[in-house]
């Protein structure tokens, strides 16, 4: 499943910095703010990015709040609410001023770019995590975007499997359900 491989980066990018950067609950346990907020906004941005810069604390802070506007966008759709996530995503698109511009840096070949030059870093990422999820949103792939559902795991996923059905964050968590389903028809009436 490739939305296009820029947009596909982009949304691995707004899963990371989701599943970094806010608190709840990832694999059964608690799973609180982090305390180097600057190494876990550059490990979420590595989601998508293997070789991205390191992140100051400030960029850090600004990613914070970006990171719990991208988590309702998850949240409304894991509640089946289309609409919300949709209106919270033009939300962010508006906000963040985010425009399609084609660039070329760095040796690569031309390549869209969703946010223009001179804007700080954490609203260009908030321009281009807006951007790659309203493509997904905007396709019939919307219900690719999920929540894991998983017993006390709230962190998010981008399904890009042929099938489309996956329902977990990771392996992990997958895994500890199918083996709670298998010792619970051990123990039989």
Known sequence: MDFN????AIVRVAVGLVNELTPGERRGRDFPPPRDLAAAAAE????G???HREVTEAEAGELVG???RLRMVFDALAAGDVDTAALRVNGLLEESRARPMLERHDGQSWHLHFHGPGGTMAGDWAASCATGLAIVLG????????VCTAP???RVYVDVSRNGTRRFCGTTCQNRVKTAAFRARGKGP
Do not use: K, M, N, V
Request: aromatic share 8%; net charge negative; with cysteine.
């Open 152 to 154: 006390h795991c709230d």
């Open 44 to 47: 979420g941005l590595r989601t």
């Open 5 to 8: 491989s820029h947009a596909d």
């Open 139 to 146: 396709s019939e792939y919307h219900d690719r975007l999920g």
């Open 66 to 68: 970006i990171a719990a």
């Open 49 to 51: 990015y293997p070789g």
